[in-house]
């Protein structure tokens, strides 16, 4: 049973830096396919970063993707935080041999605000 566990969520000012974490417990990490997602109210979830370096445009620049497979752990860098990015933020795993079945964690929130 693949588990994700988010972390790193908080609040902070316009401009602030945070740092997400996702650790999978249950499968083997190198298997599969990371990524990040995030749902403001009202909207609909959105991909914000996948693979090793894939960013979305909307955070191209600010945000960066990574991970460490000994630590079977996901990360999100966020820089120069804009109130937009305010969200739930989700990670989710795919396996890279049979992408058809996400499966996501409970997600950490995150709130830019002045």
């Known amino acids: 049973q693949v588990q994700l566990v988010e972390s790193g969520g908080g609040f902070v000012q316009p401009g602030g830096s945070l740092r997400l974490s996702c650790t999978m417990s249950?499968?083997?990490?190198?298997?599969?396919?990371m990524a990040w997602y995030r749902q403001a109210p009202g909207n609909q979830r959105e991909l914000v970063a996948v693979?090793?370096?894939t960013v979305a445009d909307s955070v191209k620049g600010r945000f960066t993707i990574s991970r460490d497979d000994a630590k079977s752990t996901v990360y999100l860098q966020m820089n120069s935080l804009k109130p937009e990015d305010t969200a739930v933020y989700y990670c989710?795993?795919?396996?890279?041999?049979?992408?058809?079945?996400?499966?996501w964690g409970q997600g950490t929130q995150v709130t830019v605000s002045s």
């Open positions: 989710n795993a795919r396996l890279w041999s049979n992408p058809n079945i996400p499966h």
């Open positions: 249950g499968a083997i990490f190198s298997s599969y396919r």
């Open positions: 693979g090793r370096t």
